[in-house]
């Protein structure tokens, strides 16, 4: 399945490349190549956005996308 369709956003940091409706869920999507000083690189066929749960505070998790070249396995 290809990469969904991200739909940029003005003011943001460059690193996120934009947001992403996923099952009702408008999630960010954080391109880490950038965030390294990497140029923006193009979406392609292996290009995913892996789903990721990061702890904000104490028993509160926000949950935002990584776009990342390829995924060869998904553990849970």
């Keep these: 399945m290809p990469c969904p369709e991200l739909t940029r956003v003005p003011s943001l940091p460059p690193a996120v490349r934009g947001v992403v409706n996923v099952r009702g869920m408008v999630l960010a999507v954080i391109d880490p190549s950038v965030m390294f000083g990497q140029p923006e690189r193009p979406l392609t066929g292996w290009s995913c956005i892996v789903i990721v ?24």
């Excluded at 776009?67 to 849970?76: F, P, T």
Aim: aromatic fraction near 0%; charge should be negative.
């Design 53 to 76: 749960d990061v702890p904000n505070a104490p028993g509160d998790a926000g949950v935002v996308g990584v776009l990342v070249d390829s995924v060869a396995q998904v553990v849970e």
